[in-house]
């Protein structure tokens, strides 16, 4: 026998074969996945898109839309990294007292949404289609002042609620809207023949062909993807990135992150997700540092759960006198 | 001080053959608490493979073929079973308090492995192509902005999650896995508690 560690020669030793006890393992846990994989599968769910939303719902859209263009939806007032709020007001910023590292590296992302969602858009369809109409309504929406902007956008809000649908087709009852109305419907046809994402794309990869998703994915990140993750019980109050598809297995590692934001103060803070961010970054050290920590190193000793792990040694050591 | 002459002696003292591949060990290790390490490890080896046969093809291609779906559901599974075996790997590991006797470092190198494999498991959840990873894209991006990681990480750029995911992160798990079994190799493995607590080695 040779065992290697001098200093611990007060136990006895036993053959063991490292390689094939790790092989085993392998060719076993290898045999069982595979065949969970191909009976089980994995869970997947098509994704939403603003084309999909254009088509199911034009209401739905066009009020999403007129959020970008208002300034109520959250994106356009959000703060850093995406922008500096709406007309100076910020919603997006998360802060603990003057703690608020997210304004740390100022708009690293920056996302315009009246701009980059709508009016910019817009004036690509106007110059790809020659539609000079088109062009001219986004010049006199831009080139009004802010308070006849807000006008047109209240009542056309307003006009949306009464609003009709035929096929695809979204009519309004003619109102004051300004030139808001041929905005919306343009932008509406935008999205439903699928142009819309490849110009949001374009805008974050500086119009080449790249991965950056951003504008596409926040244009639906307020209420159309909300209402939809809401029916499938995942938002972030209903344990939301635990649960996956029916009745899959979802990442219930992250299950100590996902419990802090069902109770107080971390479901009710503005400041959540900070909170829970360095709730977690403290658990972790704790657990990290766990062997130094005074009572909490003891505690393994204290819990008798180890007399049940190495109960064959203790057995061992009695019989033979040790 | 000649530095490649104490990396050898240190070396060939700490992770000798004995140590490194060792055909013995002490009477107590009998239990099934010590196969979940090595169950973990493999577990991590069929998500290493799966995911790199995912990543020779393309994002598109593990989202709609039907063998791209199968790797895809192999991926799942294994890392199901990694996190599942790593959980009892570490809840056990603190019963046994197996920090003791100079094992700090094992520990530390372990519970290290634990958050990088939650981060390169969310940045996987993300690169799934579907309905999951677009939602909690959006929803993950108010906890990295709020915790201020903003400046580094744009969690709603796929080509930054999906570089982590296949590259960066891996990496450094298997780093910091690697330097994990050579720190359990070179103390090997912790010894039971005395039963009379005044003999305990901290």
Known sequence: MNWPYPDERRFPIKDFDLIKEGTVSLLLLMVVILVIAAFAGAPYRPTVTNKDIALNNPVFFAQTALGYLDGSDSIASYGPPYNHGWQGQTTGVQSIAEFHPQTWWGVPYPVQPVQDFILTPLSSLATASHNSILKDAVQVYQTSPYSQQMRWNANYKKALSTAKVVGHQLYIIPGDYGPVDYLMQSELAMAQSGLLSGVLNSETNQGVYRWNVQ??????QGKPLHDKAKNLNMLGEQWGINHDERA???PWWLTPYTFLYQVPPWSVSPAGDLMAAYTVAILFLLL???PWIPGLNRLPRILPLYKLIWRGWYRYRKEHDL | M????????HTSVNLSWDRLLPSEQPIYVSSLVYSFGVFTLSSLVIVIASGIIMASKDPVWYQFSSLGAYLRSVHFWSVQAFFFFLTLHLVAQFF???WREGRGATWVLG???FAISVITAFTGYLSRGDFFSQWNQVQSKDAFNGAGLDGFLNILNNGQV?????????LLLIFLVGL?????RRRGVVPPYSEDKERDVE
């Not at chain 2, 000649?2 to 002696?9: D, G, H, P």
């Open chain 1, 288 to 290: 990290m540092f766990l």
């Open chain 1, 248 to 250: 899959y297995p979802g």
């Open chain 2, 96 to 98: 046994m308090s197996s």
């Open chain 2, 111 to 113: 519970v290290l492995s």
């Open chain 2, 2 to 9: 000649n530095w490649t002459k104490q990396v050898r002696e």
């Open chain 2, 180 to 184: 994990h079994l050579l720190a359990v």
């Open chain 2, 162 to 170: 999906y570089g982590l995911h296949i590259s960066v992160l891996p």
């Open chain 1, 215 to 220: 504008n596409d994915l926040l244009f639906l």
